[in-house]
């Protein structure tokens, strides 16, 4: 009997504005100046001579270009407020742009916690088809990021092998990382083009996508944007993030932080869009801040995160351009209290920003440096429940429920009636929060939430077998990556 699937996305009207129109101006008028008068350096001569042509101001001694404000802005008007990323399922599609907030696995953890040992270890291909295939099963994950780096390959082919892992093991829309070349981007678009059937098939359902990230302050490698616009020439959303460090790559003070970040998101977005007009993309700023004592990032994740993430969705609202925001992220080093308190407040700020259409990243701990399994579905429980809260309250006169309390009166009670059958199920269920009694946890071994999300991400790994791709498909996309393998072979020894 076949399974309906489904993808639960977080929905809601709240919203918090921390910056009042005016303070929302200045910001933007800020991020205009930084872009004309300071530039961004983008280290492809390409990419510089055609945003010359376009009216940009350009160095090509010190790679830089400096955008008119009035290219800015009439860049960014090119950019779509709304799309598909589509899936091989084509019932698990996103609508982007909707008003659906959708979660994403994280993003390429350097080290992963084994499931039998516990202890942190080097990433493999199969551990990220283990995680898709756990992602494939959780209905609160909609988007493949691949969350571990895989390190049984060459470090130049990451990009195909990490592609084939996902298309190979979900049916949900996958996010290309680690296509650092135009090289790179050409043999995963062509994985896509197998898998989807064809280049027309792709670009009607982009069943892929990628994105780039900036280098703070004000820097884009040339071989990463030259690998955008591959993707977008293909007919694939293509996103920036942004991940300055306050006080070290961007400015201590947090509107300062916001309009470094802001300029380096709409200097990949201008030139993505002056090169590919109309390309789908979105913006995506992920706060950092310096640990004073340390100097590394602040694991401790305080207000300034929340304050930062609210402001930069009052931009992207502004740009009406989608918005990839950080709904996760923890400084401990397993799924403990601090994890707990900081995944909750993290994601508060996510529903309460109004404006969160891809919402990374599940997966992960210590500033997201580590994969760990059981997080995935102990952020899928988080996540269901704010959701949950987010759906409005009705007042119709079925939920006034005004007959009812007639009927049962004072002294009464609520349980036989068919108003309570119709609608308990409607409340919100845990899975994995504690709900027995104190004498059923004894019992039971005084279980935690951590323990309860072992044993179901253990059932699904053993009993959950995602849809395989044809056999001819596998046998190309193999094809693809020993071809693409021995291109990058040449080309680092050429």
């Not at 303070?23 to 530039?39: D, K, Y």
């Not at 001579?49 to 008119?68: H, I, K, N």
């Not at 994740?301 to 929340?306: K, R, Y």
């Not at 309390?405 to 009464?412: N, Y």
Request: include cysteine.
């Amino acid at each position: 009997m076949s399974v309906e699937r489904r993808i639960r996305p977080m929905r809601g009207r709240f919203q918090i504005d921390v910056l009042s129109e005016g303070e929302l101006e200045q910001v933007h008028r800020a991020t205009l100046a930084v872009l004309e008068r300071v530039g961004v350096q983008i280290t492809s001569e390409r990419i510089l001579r055609e945003l010359a042509a376009a009216g940009a101001g350009v160095d090509l001694e010190t790679s830089r270009a400096r955008f008119p404000s009035t290219m800015v802005e009439e860049a960014i008007a090119l950019a779509p407020s709304s799309y598909v990323l589509a899936a091989r399922d084509p019932a698990l599609d996103l609508a982007i742009g909707a008003g659906n907030g959708y979660l994403s696995l994280d993003g390429c953890a350097a080290e992963i916690v084994d499931l039998d040992t516990g202890r942190r270890r080097p990433p493999t291909k199969d551990d990220l088809v283990q995680a898709t295939r756990l992602a494939d099963a959780v209905d609160e994950v909609a988007n493949l990021w691949p969350c571990v780096a895989v390190t049984d390959v060459p470090p130049h082919v990451q990009a195909v092998h990490q592609t084939h892992a996902q298309l190979a093991s979900s049916t949900k829309h996958v996010t290309a990382m680690s296509t650092f070349s135009s090289r790179d981007a050409r043999a995963v678009v062509e994985m896509a083009r197998v898998v989807a059937g064809g280049d027309e098939a792709l670009r009607a359902r982009p069943i892929l996508s990628s994105f780039q990230c900036s280098i703070s302050p004000l820097s884009y490698e040339g071989d990463v944007m030259e690998a955008a616009v591959e993707f977008a020439n293909a007919g694939l959303p293509c996103g920036f993030v942004a991940m300055a460090i306050g006080t070290a790559t961007a400015p201590t003070t947090l509107a300062g932080h916001l309009v470094s970040v802001n300029a380096e998101l709409l200097a990949g977005i201008v030139t993505l869009e002056t090169l590919v007009p109309g390309a789908a993309t979105y913006y995506g700023p992920y706060q950092a801040f310096m640990d004073l004592q340390s100097g590394g990032i602040n694991l401790a994740w305080g207000p300034e995160e929340v304050l930062f993430k609210l402001a930069a969705a009052q931009l992207a609202r502004r740009y009406e351009v989608p918005m990839n925001i950080l709904g996760f992220g923890t400084g401990a080093k397993s799924q403990d209290w601090q994890a707990g308190a900081q995944h909750a407040i993290a994601l508060m700020g996510v529903a309460v920003a109004g404006e969160a259409d891809m919402i990374a990243a599940t997966g992960t701990v210590y500033g997201s440096r580590v994969f760990a399994f059981e997080n995935v579905v102990l952020d899928a429980e988080l996540f269901d429940l704010v959701c949950h809260m987010l759906e409005s309250v009705s007042v119709s006169d079925e939920d006034l429920a005004l007959e009812v309390i007639e009927a049962v009166g004072p002294g009464g009670h609520f349980l036989s009636q068919a108003h309570t059958r119709a609608h308990m199920r409607e409340l919100w269920m845990p899975r994995f929060f504690g709900r027995d009694t104190w004498e059923d946890w004894e019992a039971a071994g005084r279980p935690d939430p951590r323990d309860r999300a072992r044993e179901r991400l253990r059932q699904i790994l053993t009993e959950h077998e995602p849809e395989p791709l044809d056999a001819d498909v596998e046998r190309e996309l193999l094809h693809i990556i020993d071809v693409h393998e021995r291109e990058s072979e040449g080309a680092k020894h050429g």
